[in-house]
């Protein structure tokens, strides 16, 4: 994706490099007439006098750096000071823990970046930061040592800026993957899109970021003991590329496709969950509330009935040592609720759109959410309109990404998504296994808008779904386990990170055989 995207970036430059313009927002009407797939523009050069003129909204990128204390704490309080602050931001960079750079003696880093637009001058806004670098604890310290927080601006609209306090973009920048990973995270790979082609030619590189970052060993140092991608979730950081994950399916209803009334029971379903950590589950998923095609919905206090009494119990069992805790919810008062009961994460199959109000309140919270491409509702889903694609990996990932950005915009960092391609959901069968088949596809398409976006960990549950049945002539749910494990095994080699199932235990062994297999290619899939 990002070879392809420096060839389109490197052709840009070349045509840029002969144009010269004060404001992308109001280029000459010569320029106008250019294909908006080339858009020739080149940076200026300013002062710190004519910088401080402007008053217009302006894209931003900001980095982002700790390793002192409560290193995911402080980049939330970080984005609220920014926020309430005259910075609207409007996407985020991945989570990178690094190995600390230039004094080596030190704890490890998390490095991240942001996005957004300010009105704000560049010396207010560098005065902004490190005012806020201050509340958040941050005092003079040695150069390239430990600090609580380091907030600096790597880019202000299409400027070059050099004064006697700030320099951007970053003198340092080609020699920094902690700085290039998450930045080039906030741009797209498609060619289009005019302040990041004014961007590109600020590298100084013909094939700009992407260049420099693949300079530094781009996705092949990802994974490494410099620079891990990460989740944040419970009190750790998930490497994703180090395993895939397996969640375990633990449902609370008299109607589910395959284990309905099963667990009712406090005691049943405790059993359960016991079973399914012993056979090696990572991740429980508990749900409430039926959503397989037809399902008749519960009030948030009717699941809340169902959930809470279990939840309050599986927290106390110790077999949940060092596992997490899923709900599984498109309620907003359900997930909070949860939550507050002891709950990791929210896996919502609407990605909002049943209940809005969970994207503020999953921000809230601070926990992992998992965003699932559906559409209508279980009701509507499988209706003609609603299982018609021209081409369905490109339109889930199109839709998908749709929600990624209303998901960034309620406040919840990209850095705590997880994307569900929705298998059995608003879809035939031979759109299930076109998306099991094209996970990297689904990625390359959200990567022409978002490469944070691309990278973002896909969780993929096809376990006893029907369009299994229709292929192996397996009526019976229960029946389709080694079916699962064929799907399963498909997905995670074409780039799933997580698995939802109902057999925990042949989950688990084919995940360990697919990693094995990965780790002997030396990919990263991620």
Partial sequence: MLLHAKDSVRKMHSVAKNYFVSDLTHPPRSLNRASRHVVPFKTRFFTHCSLESRSVDQEIVIAMGSNVGDRVSTFNRALQLMK???????????????????????????????????????????????????????????????????????????????????????????????????????????????????????????????????????????????????????????????????????????????????FLEVGAAISQAKSLISEGADIIDIGAQSTRPFAKRLSPNEELERLVPVLDEITKIPEMEGKLLSVDTFYAEVASEAVKRGAHMINDVSSGQLDPRILKVAAELGVPYVAMHMRGDPSTMQSEQNVHYDNVCKEVALELYTQVREAELSGIPLWRLVLDPGIGFSKKSGHNLEVIMGLESIRREMGKMSIGASHVPILLGPSRKSFLGEICNRANPVERDVATVAAVTAGILNGANIVRIHNAGYGVDAAKVCDALRKRKGSCRN
């Fill in 84 to 262: 309430s602050s005259d910075v609207n931001i409007t996407r985020h960079a991945c989570l990178y823990e690094t190995a600390p750079a230039y004094l080596t003696d030190q704890p490890r880093f998390l490095n991240s970046a942001i996005r957004g637009t300010t009105r704000l001058r560049p010396h207010e806004l560098l005065k902004l930061l490190k005012e806020i670098e201050k509340d958040i604890g941050r005092t003079g310290g040695i150069r390239y040592g430990p600090r609580p927080i380091d907030l600096d601006i790597l880019l202000y609209g299409n400027s070059q800026i050099h004064s006697e306090t700030l320099i951007v973009p970053h003198e340092r920048i080609h020699e920094r993957s902690f700085v290039l990973a998450p930045l080039v995270d906030l741009l797209g790979a498609s060619s289009d899109n005019g302040i990041e082609t004014s961007w590109h030619s600020l590298s100084k590189c013909s094939g700009g970021f992407f260049e420099l970052w693949n300079n530094l060993g781009g996705e092949s140092i990802i994974g490494t003991e410099s620079i891990k991608r990460v989740l944040p979730v419970g009190d750790r950081l998930l490497d994703w590329c180090e395993r895939t994950l397996v969640m375990g399916v633990l449902n609370l209803t008299p109607d589910s496709f395959s284990d309905g009334g099963k």
